[in-house]
């Protein structure tokens, strides 16, 4: 394992519930109109100190997707998810990250199903 580098992001940042790694800037927010398992769930355009997970086929609120988990580099818990690409082939947008009302991300569930 080698080491950690983090970016550390100016301004309005969202960062990790747990370990308080920045992760996305306020500016960087596309829609605040999406729902978790959990609550309410910002789209980003761009996020930091994140890793991908395997993609996988899940079942949404706007149909079916093929999303991969996102993880904080800092301490590894889930933060939210990325879309692939949409089953029905509309789009493959960015992130989009869980948020509590404290402003601190947190994980989303997986749901699931496509072919």
Known sequence: MGRLFLMHLEGNAYSC??????LGLAADI???NFHSKHGKAYLFNRVVNVTSG???DRMMMTGLHTVSDIF????GSIVGWK???SCDGYFAISSALPVRP????YGAPALGGCT
């Open 83 to 85: 879309y692939v690409r």
């Open 72 to 75: 904080c580099v800092g301490c």
């Open 17 to 22: 519930k747990f370990c308080r790694t920045h």
């Open 54 to 56: 395997i993609n996988e």
């Open 102 to 105: 404290s402003s601190k991300l």
């Open 30 to 32: 596309i829609s605040k």
